[in-house]
């Protein structure tokens, strides 16, 4: 079995083989590197700045607006629920009738 791979083009087609699959997984580590390095960019342009410290303070008070709306929307639901249960105790499905005794008097 060993025979097979003394033979000299064996060996070049595997060494060839060998050579084209390190030079495939070089390419596809200095694509990944590249595509890290411009996250790496656009991370760091994200978080300079003048409001970089500022981050933290921005996502508190969009937890606190959302908190406050929250506060709303249960208030809004509690009004609604309150005019439901006054619906139901009014006057459902009135109406006016003329009434007319007299058929000939009158218009």
Known sequence: MLERFT?????????????????????LVIFLWLKASRIEKKLHIFFSGKNAQDLE??????????????EE?????????????????????TAVMRFNPFKEVGS
């Open 7 to 27: 033979d000299p083009q064996v060996l070049v087609l595997i060494v060839g083989l060998v050579a084209l699959f390190v030079l495939i997984l070089l390419g």
């Open 57 to 70: 303070s921005v996502l508190i008070e969009e937890k606190d607006r959302i908190r406050v709306m929250d």
């Open 73 to 93: 929307i249960q208030e809004l639901f509690e009004i609604s629920n309150r005019i439901h249960l006054l619906a139901q105790k009014s006057l459902h499905k």
